[in-house]
C-alpha cells in the first residue's frame, strides 16, 4: 500500500503532524505500536478509576484569541477552538526549598512580587530577564547548546534564586542532567512562568479525543497495534516502512516520533547506521505515583496547584545511582484548577527522578515490591520535609493514611508502553531543530526534534509536517 506520508507513533507530536497532512488532503497513516493513543500522555482505566499518564498541566496557558501566543497558533493551525479544550486555570503553585517559597500563578506579577520580597537585591535584575524572556521568540534556535546555569549566574546574583526558577524548568522538559539549554529554557519559562498552566476539564482524555476525531474526520487513517519494525532505505532515502507483522507499506515522506536514536535503529539492514554518540542518549526519567484520596488534597493542606520542592539549597538534576531520587521532586494536585466540574475524588500526583536503567533491570520478582516501598518513601520524604520546613499556608500533609488507591508508573511502564530505552521521557540532549536525519524522507517530530509537553510535541509536528511533508501545500 502507498501513502503520502506515514507517521510512526500516535503521541502528540505524531498526531499534531497526522492532523496537518490530513487537512492538504495527503493520504496519511499514523502508525501506533500500542493499543491506544498519546504515548507520553495518554490515559488509561485500573480498578475502576480514569488516571491520566503524563498529565500535570497544559503549559502555555493563555485566554482565547491571544495572537502569536503558542496555544492559539497551534489551535489555529489544527482548527480547534479554544473553548473545546474547556480549560481550568491554576490557582497558584509553588517552589520550595530549605527556608524559601516562591509562589507563582497565571497572573505574571504574582512571581514577579514574590522575588522582589525573597530576593530584593537581584528585583531589578529579574525584572529585566523577565522583560528579555517576555520578548523572546518561541523557537528552537539551530545552533550549540549554551548552558542556561551559566546565563543565569552572568544575570542574577544569587544563585538560590537561579535554583529556584531551573527547578521546575528542569522538571518540565530537560533533557541535560544538571542543566538545560539557554533556548530551551527560554521556551519554557515563557510556557511556565509568563503564559501559564491549566488543565482540560476531563483530563487529557479530551484533548486526546478531539485530536483523533479531527484527524479521522479529515480521513486520516489512525492504526492501532501496529509496530514498525523496519524502515525501508533505498539510494539513501526512506521509501516506506515494514511492520511487525511482516506488511509493507510504502511512501513518499516519513516522519518518526520514536526519538532519534530509536528510529535510527529502524534503518533497514544495507542502510548505514549513523553512530549515536554516548552522549546524545537520554537518561532523565521518572517514577510517579498517583494517590486517590478520601478527602480533597486542600483539606490536608495542599492548596497549591503543583509544588516543586528541593530538600536541599542545590537540587540535583540528574540520573541517581540508586533507583530514586528522594531529594527533590514535585506533587500535582488537579483539584486544584479551577473547573465547574469538581474531580469525583482528591488526587494527588508525586513525581521523583529515577534510574531508567536500573529499573529496567530488576529482576521481576522485586519490581512490584520495590515500586510499592520507594513510592512510599518518596511520599514519606516529601511530608518529612514540609513539616520540618514549616512553609507559610500550613502544613502540607502526608496523604498516606487518606490513601484509598495508589497506582504508580515506572520508567520500565514508560518503556513497555513507548518503547523509549529505559524509559526516558525528555530524549537526546542533543536535538534536531531542523528534524533532519541524514536520510533523505526522513524526519523527526516530537521530543527530538527539540519541542516537548503537549503544546510543544503539538507544534513540532506541526512544524515539522509543514516544513518537510507540505512545502507544495
Ligand atoms: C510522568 C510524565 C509527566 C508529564 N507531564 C506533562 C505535563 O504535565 N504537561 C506536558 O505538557 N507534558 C508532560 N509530559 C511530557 C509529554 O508527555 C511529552 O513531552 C510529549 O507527550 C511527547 O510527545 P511525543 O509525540 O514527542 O512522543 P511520545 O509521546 O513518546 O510518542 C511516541 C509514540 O511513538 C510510538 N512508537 C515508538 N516506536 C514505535 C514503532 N516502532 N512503531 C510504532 N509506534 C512506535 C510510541 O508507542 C508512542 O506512542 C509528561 C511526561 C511524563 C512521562
Given at each position: 500500500m502507498r501513502y503520502d506520508a506515514i507517521v510512526i507513533?500516535?503521541?502528540m507530536g505524531g498526531l499534531g503532524a497526522g492532523i496537518r497532512l490530513a487537512m492538504f488532503d495527503r493520504r496519511v497513516a499514523i502508525l501506533e505500536r500500542h493499543y491506544v493513543w498519546g504515548g507520553l500522555n495518554s490515559f488509561y482505566g485500573k480498578d475502576g478509576y480514569a488516571f491520566d499518564v503524563?498529565?500535570?498541566?497544559?503549559?502555555?496557558?493563555?485566554?482565547?484569541?491571544?495572537?502569536?501566543?503558542?496555544?492559539?497558533?497551534?489551535?489555529?493551525q489544527l482548527r480547534l477552538r479554544h473553548a473545546d479544550l474547556a480549560l481550568g486555570e491554576q490557582g497558584h503553585s509553588e517552589v520550595l526549598f530549605p527556608g524559601r517559597r516562591l509562589a507563582f500563578s497565571n497572573?505574571?506579577?504574582?512571581?514577579?512580587?514574590?522575588?522582589?520580597?525573597?530576593?530584593?537585591?537581584?528585583?531589578?535584575?529579574?525584572?529585566?530577564?523577565?522583560?528579555?524572556?517576555?520578548?523572546?521568540?518561541?523557537?528552537?534556535?539551530?545552533?550549540?547548546?549554551?548552558?542556561?546555569r551559566a546565563v543565569l549566574a552572568?544575570?542574577?546574583?544569587?544563585?538560590?534564586?537561579?535554583?529556584?526558577?531551573?527547578?521546575?524548568?528542569?522538571?518540565?522538559?530537560s533533557a541535560t542532567e544538571d542543566d538545560i539549554d539557554w533556548g530551551a529554557f527560554k521556551i519554557l519559562f515563557k510556557s511556565i512562568f509568563i503564559e501559564g498552566l491549566a488543565r482540560p476539564e476531563g483530563g487529557v482524555r479530551r484533548i486526546?479525543?478531539?485530536?483523533?476525531?479531527?484527524?479521522?474526520?479529515?480521513?486520516?487513517?489512525?492504526?492501532?497495534?501496529?509496530?514498525?519494525?523496519?524502515?525501508?532505505?533505498?539510494?539513501?532515502?526512506?521509501?516506506?516502512?515494514?511492520?511487525?507483522?511482516g506488511t509493507e507499506l510504502e511512501c513518499d515522506v516519513l516522519l518518526s516520533s520514536a526519538g532519534y536514536a530509536e528510529t535510527m535503529g529502524l534503518l533497514s539492514g544495507d542502510a548505514p547506521q549513523p553512530p549515536v554518540d554516548e552522549k546524545e542518549r537520554g537518561r532523565m526519567t521518572f517514577l510517579e505515583s498517583i494517590s486517590v484520596l478520601d478527602r480533597t488534597p486542600a483539606e490536608l493542606g495542599h492548596h497549591a496547584t503543583t509544588c516543586f520542592y528541593s530538600t536541599r539549597d542545590r537540587f540535583a538534576y540528574r540520573s541517581p545511582e540508586s533507583l530514586l531520587d528522594f531529594t527533590s521532586g514535585l506533587t500535582c494536585a488537579p483539584n486544584n484548577y479551577r473547573s465547574e466540574k469538581p474531580l469525583p475524588q482528591g488526587l494527588l500526583r508525586?513525581?521523583?527522578?529515577?534510574?531508567?536503567?536500573?529499573?529496567?533491570?530488576?529482576?521481576?520478582?522485586?519490581?512490584?515490591?520495590?515500586?510499592?516501598?520507594?513510592?512510599?518513601r518518596a511520599i514519606a520524604s516529601f511530608g518529612e520535609f514540609t513539616a520540618r520546613e514549616s512553609f507559610p499556608g500550613g502544613s502540607r500533609d502526608d496523604w498516606r493514611e487518606h490513601t484509598v488507591y495508589r497506582d504508580t508508573f515506572t520508567p520500565r511502564t514508560i518503556r513497555h508502553f513507548t518503547g523509549h530505552?529505559?524509559?526516558?521521557?525528555?530524549?537526546?540532549?542533543?536535538?534536531?531543530?531542523?528534524g533532519a536525519t541524514g536520510v533523505d524522507g526522513l524526519y523527526l517530530v516530537g521530543t527530538d526534534q527539540g519541542y516537548l509537553g503537549i503544546v510543544g510535541a503539538l507544534s513540532s509536528g506541526i512544524i515539522m509536517a509543514n516544513r518537510h511533508a507540505l512545502v507544495s501545500a
Amino acid at each position: 500500500m502507498r501513502y503520502d506520508a506515514i507517521v510512526i507513533g500516535a503521541g502528540m507530536g505524531g498526531l499534531g503532524a497526522g492532523i496537518r497532512l490530513a487537512m492538504f488532503d495527503r493520504r496519511v497513516a499514523i502508525l501506533e505500536r500500542h493499543y491506544v493513543w498519546g504515548g507520553l500522555n495518554s490515559f488509561y482505566g485500573k480498578d475502576g478509576y480514569a488516571f491520566d499518564v503524563g498529565l500535570h498541566a497544559l503549559t502555555n496557558y493563555v485566554p482565547p484569541g491571544v495572537r502569536g501566543a503558542p496555544l492559539t497558533r497551534v489551535l489555529k493551525q489544527l482548527r480547534l477552538r479554544h473553548a473545546d479544550l474547556a480549560l481550568g486555570e491554576q490557582g497558584h503553585s509553588e517552589v520550595l526549598f530549605p527556608g524559601r517559597r516562591l509562589a507563582f500563578s497565571n497572573e505574571p506579577s504574582l512571581l514577579q512580587e514574590e522575588v522582589a520580597r525573597a530576593f530584593p537585591h537581584d528585583a531589578d535584575r529579574f525584572r529585566a530577564l523577565w522583560r528579555e524572556l517576555e520578548a523572546s521568540e518561541w523557537d528552537l534556535p539551530q545552533r550549540e547548546t549554551i548552558s542556561a546555569r551559566a546565563v543565569l549566574a552572568e544575570r542574577l546574583t544569587d544563585a538560590d534564586l537561579a535554583e529556584m526558577l531551573l527547578l521546575p524548568i528542569c522538571y518540565y522538559g530537560s533533557a541535560t542532567e544538571d542543566d538545560i539549554d539557554w533556548g530551551a529554557f527560554k521556551i519554557l519559562f515563557k510556557s511556565i512562568f509568563i503564559e501559564g498552566l491549566a488543565r482540560p476539564e476531563g483530563g487529557v482524555r479530551r484533548i486526546l479525543n478531539l485530536l483523533v476525531k479531527r484527524y479521522r474526520g479529515l480521513g486520516g487513517e489512525l492504526r492501532l497495534r501496529t509496530g514498525v519494525r523496519e524502515i525501508v532505505v533505498d539510494g539513501g532515502a526512506a521509501r516506506g516502512v515494514v511492520l511487525d507483522d511482516g506488511t509493507e507499506l510504502e511512501c513518499d515522506v516519513l516522519l518518526s516520533s520514536a526519538g532519534y536514536a530509536e528510529t535510527m535503529g529502524l534503518l533497514s539492514g544495507d542502510a548505514p547506521q549513523p553512530p549515536v554518540d554516548e552522549k546524545e542518549r537520554g537518561r532523565m526519567t521518572f517514577l510517579e505515583s498517583i494517590s486517590v484520596l478520601d478527602r480533597t488534597p486542600a483539606e490536608l493542606g495542599h492548596h497549591a496547584t503543583t509544588c516543586f520542592y528541593s530538600t536541599r539549597d542545590r537540587f540535583a538534576y540528574r540520573s541517581p545511582e540508586s533507583l530514586l531520587d528522594f531529594t527533590s521532586g514535585l506533587t500535582c494536585a488537579p483539584n486544584n484548577y479551577r473547573s465547574e466540574k469538581p474531580l469525583p475524588q482528591g488526587l494527588l500526583r508525586l513525581t521523583v527522578i529515577a534510574n531508567g536503567a536500573a529499573w529496567c533491570a530488576l529482576p521481576e520478582g522485586e519490581y512490584a515490591e520495590r515500586k510499592a516501598e520507594l513510592a512510599d518513601r518518596a511520599i514519606a520524604s516529601f511530608g518529612e520535609f514540609t513539616a520540618r520546613e514549616s512553609f507559610p499556608g500550613g502544613s502540607r500533609d502526608d496523604w498516606r493514611e487518606h490513601t484509598v488507591y495508589r497506582d504508580t508508573f515506572t520508567p520500565r511502564t514508560i518503556r513497555h508502553f513507548t518503547g523509549h530505552p529505559d524509559g526516558v521521557v525528555y530524549g537526546s540532549p542533543a536535538k534536531r531543530g531542523d528534524g533532519a536525519t541524514g536520510v533523505d524522507g526522513l524526519y523527526l517530530v516530537g521530543t527530538d526534534q527539540g519541542y516537548l509537553g503537549i503544546v510543544g510535541a503539538l507544534s513540532s509536528g506541526i512544524i515539522m509536517a509543514n516544513r518537510h511533508a507540505l512545502v507544495s501545500a
